[in-house]
T-cell receptor
């Protein structure tokens, strides 16, 4: 699986959009981009995934660049409950390889 | 709640003791994964099952670790002769894999079992 690079930490004001970047320059053609988040002391929570098209669900939007070498997770209206570690994972098959993720802090 | 459940949520044991954790997946899910997470790190894959078959176990951390899923439903993870370095969160995830599917499965995680070895 390709390696991902994410900023260690980010802050966001409550009510504003949170844009979390992820670089995956070695991604292969059959690898998907997955995003999970982990709120303190809980199990990871699935957010969204995509292959090459932009995706949106009730939680977030995923924007993947045309060359697929990077992506951005967008939380459109961040709340205090979105404070968590966000993991970007690139995978084709079974297991998932988590990095250290981005610690997002939403501030009032 | 029909999500993945894990039991116990917390376990404190003394070094050298054996421990066993249980995971109950989402009911229709045929795949089950075990991960370990140490403080400040992302989860680390250990092993997984497709129904009752254990398809990958080379990444179990040592021969003290073993997992079973005897009837293709719940699974257990056992650690024998625990060491202080085994202190971590043990996470279970489940997914539904359809025959002929072309995309990876989406895994849904349980709340984890936090193990402390004294």
């Amino acid at each position: 699986d390709a390696k991902t690079t994410q900023p260690t930490s980010m802050d966001c004001a409550e009510g504003r959009a949170a844009n979390l970047p992820c670089n995956h320059s070695t991604i292969s053609g059959n690898e998907y981009v997955y995003w999970y988040r982990q709120i303190h002391s809980q199990g990871p929570q699935y957010i969204i995934h995509g292959l090459k098209n932009n995706e949106t669900n009730e939680m977030a939007s995923l924007i993947i660049t045309e060359d697929r070498k990077s992506s951005t997770l967008i939380l459109p209206h961040a709340t205090l409950r979105d404070t968590a570690v966000y993991y970007c994972i690139v995978r084709a098959y079974n297991d998932m390889r988590f990095g250290a993720g981005t610690r997002l802090t939403v501030k009032p | 709640d029909t999500g993945v459940s894990q039991d116990p949520r917390h376990k404190i044991t003394k070094r050298g003791q054996n421990v066993t954790f249980r995971c109950d997946p989402i009911s229709e899910h045929n795949r089950l994964y075990w991960y370990r997470q140490t403080l400040g790190q992302g989860p680390e894959f250990l092993t997984y099952f497709q129904n009752e078959a254990q398809l990958e176990k080379s990444r179990l951390l040592s021969d003290r670790f073993s997992a079973e899923r005897p009837k293709g439903s719940f699974s257990t993870l056992e650690i024998q002769r625990t060491e202080q370095g085994d202190s971590a969160m043990y996470l279970c995830a489940s997914s539904l894999v359809l025959a002929g599917g072309s995309s990876p499965d989406t895994q849904y995680f349980g709340p984890g079992t936090r193990l402390t070895v004294l």
